[in-house]
């Protein structure tokens, strides 16, 4: 059993439902004492978040086009540089618990089926992402 299945190997609801909003949440900091108003500073921007979710909607694309999983994995892995590079603290593009999620997530996928249930609550988290309050100001 993986940690997005559960014991009977079904996609875990949670992940693409109380798991992916909390963590959209967790992306936007709000300004003290304005609601549905985010800090620049801090916060996922929608051009972030985009950049990431298209670099892995492209190796999903490979994944589907590939018959050897294992061709594309270590492409998949590497991705966890980009995080850090993007994060790093002298100029930091991402918040880190954005490159915690991409990194953790990165960490659990060991064959297709991962990738697969990955790429799903990738795609719960980026919509409720964008329907919280606020992002249009993000941009």
């Known amino acids: 059993m993986s940690y997005y299945r559960d014991e009977n190997n079904n996609i875990r609801c949670n992940l693409l439902d109380e798991d992916a909003l909390k963590l959209a949440r967790s992306f936007i ?19 972030q978040l985009r950049r990431f979710y298209k670099d892995f909607k492209q190796l999903e694309k490979k994944v589907k086009s590939k018959t050897n999983f294992e061709a594309v ?19 930091p593009k991402i918040p880190r618990n954005f490159k915690s999620f991409l990194v953790e997530n990165i960490d659990r996928i060991d064959m297709s089926e991962d990738f697969e249930a990955f790429m799903l609550h990738f795609e719960a988290v980026v919509g409720f992402y964008y329907g919280l309050p606020g ?3 993000l941009r």
């Open 29 to 47: 900091k709000y300004k003290p004492h304005r609601d549905n108003e985010p800090d620049k500073k801090g916060s996922l921007t929608p051009t």
């Open 73 to 91: 994995k270590p492409l998949i892995k590497m991705v966890k540089s980009k995080a850090n590079y993007a994060a790093r603290e002298d100029n």
């Open 135 to 137: 992002i249009k100001k």
